[in-house]
């Protein structure tokens, strides 16, 4: 197995690839920050902007979540208005964000948080709805549930209209990222399990992570990098780990000691990357790049 630095060497090179950065990674430094709304129980970051905001969820005293926004390290915390449980998932570079509530029908919601306010998104009888990301020209990428199905399907979302996302021959299809070219990544499931794909244009690849089952992809840069966590065999158990595909190449990325698993969830053009870890507790991450 590689050691922890030989590993962030490897993640150091992609992203420093992939954000368009110099690849002496002599003068280039790779860090891991932790993030922990302020008493919260759990806290996750589920996306980053390129200007480095990032959004997720944290949960109250009460066992609720409440969406947060992080920027010039303060955290402001946000509800969608007649609804509890509300978590941002995606954020653009305008600062649109979107994400998901508990309705008092009980069913899951999704809203495009602007600056004039909150707009409420339902895929047409669907069930429950659930926008993950936007990009700069606001498409929205996610993937909804019919009444009585467990089995889900993506969708791109974009002036008040809806195109479904389909994988060729799966049962069910997500949409969890987009980038400013259009290009979409998610998962599908399929009668062998789950795999993940990337849609560009209507033209779908499917995409096998080394080593993983049921690997769930979760970002994409305008360069091509793709982020996601699957579950990976550590000493005979599965654990979920984090990792990156940068035209291929493959390589797992985890959190340091004394995290016990890495979920990445977000990345933005210039490398940031974002998600949760579990140690004592569930925490968010950013992890950056940065060079001289």
Known sequence: MKSLSSI????????????????????????????????????????????GWIVGYYGD??????????????????????????????????????GIYQGVDGLTHGFL?????????????????????????????????NPGSSDGQGFEYQSGQFTAINYPGASGTAAYGINNKGQI?????????????????????????????????????????????????KHHTLVEQGFLDLQGTFRQLIYPSPATSTVVLGVNDRGQIVGTYYADAQYGFIVTISSP
């Not at 947060?68 to 995606?90: C, H, I, Q, V």
């Not at 990009?135 to 929205?140: F, M, P, T």
């Not at 990544?185 to 009668?191: A, I, L, N, R, T």
């Not at 080593?211 to 769930?216: A, E, I, L, S, V």
């Open 8 to 51: 962030c060497l490897c993640i150091l090179l992609l992203c420093m690839i992939a954000s368009g950065q110099s690849t002496d990674s002599r003068k280039a430094t790779i860090t891991f920050t932790s993030l922990s709304y302020p008493g919260a129980r759990w806290t996750v970051a589920y996306g980053v902007n390129n200007r």
């Open 61 to 98: 005293s009460l066992g609720l979540n409440h969406g947060l926004l992080y920027r010039n390290n303060s955290y402001r915390s946000f509800d969608f208005p007649e609804g509890t449980n509300t978590n941002a998932l995606g954020i653009n570079d305008l600062g649109e964000i979107v």
């Open 113 to 145: 948080r602007t600056e004039v306010g909150f707009i409420r998104i339902d895929y047409p009888g669907a069930a429950n709805t659930l926008p993950y990301k936007i990009n700069s020209a606001d498409e929205i990428v996610g993937f909804f549930q």
């Open 185 to 233: 990544v998610g998962s599908y499931s399929s009668g062998s399990g789950t795999s993940g794909f990337i849609d560009d244009g209507g033209a779908f690849t499917s995409i096998t992570v080394p080593d993983t089952d049921n690997p769930t992809l979760t970002g994409i840069t305008d360069k091509g990098l793709i982020v996601g966590w699957g579950q990976f065999d």
